[in-house]
């Protein structure tokens, strides 16, 4: 991602800046209790830095003290940040849920995006991040990942336009 970032700035391209410190909730479609899958490792790398997050998979109630819900219609509030990670076709889905709830920004593990995806929240106003792993993101941008030990630091972060679909 570095090499992206210093490839487009001698192109001369926008950048956006993200400072998740800022924001009230996050939301992670697809969190899951295996270890393995990126749906645990985002959903707990978040919650051990400190942030409100919420998982959002109708098999579970709670994940390591982390409140899962069903859907996004049952989550106690709308997230700021709605991560996905999961196949591509249930981020088409679940991006109209999105958009009828009022979600303003979502943010696409590698993995979990489409074409499709993309357009429909960029013709909706709604911020897609994508082709991007918010845990790396959150390391580059000088926040502790590598053990998903809390930190409560937030920071800020420079995306590429290509990086970031809007």
């Known amino acids: 991602m570095i090499y992206l970032i210093h490839h487009i700035l001698e192109e001369g391209a926008d950048m956006i800046d993200l400072d998740l410190s800022k924001m009230g909730c996050f939301a992670v479609v697809g969190a899951t209790q ?20 919420y998982g959002v998979n109708p098999n579970y109630d709670e994940i390591e003290g982390v409140r899962c819900f069903p859907d996004l219609a049952s989550l106690p509030e ?66 502790e990942t590598r053990d998903l030990e809390p930190d409560g630091a937030g920071a800020a972060h420079r995306f590429t336009s290509s990086e970031r679909s809007r």
Request: hydrophobic share 40%; with cysteine.
């Open 78 to 143: 709308v997230p700021d940040l709605l991560i996905f990670v999961v196949p591509p076709e249930v981020t088409e889905r679940t991006v109209e849920e999105a958009a009828r709830l009022g979600v303003r920004r979502v943010w696409m593990q590698p993995g979990s995006e489409s074409p499709q995806a993309i357009a429909f929240c960029r013709d909706r106003g709604i911020e897609a991040i994508h082709d991007a792993c918010i845990m790396i993101y959150r390391r580059e941008a000088g926040e």
């Open 34 to 53: 295996d270890r393995n899958k990126y749906g645990y490792k985002v959903l707990m790398d978040l919650h051990r830095g400190g942030y409100r997050v």
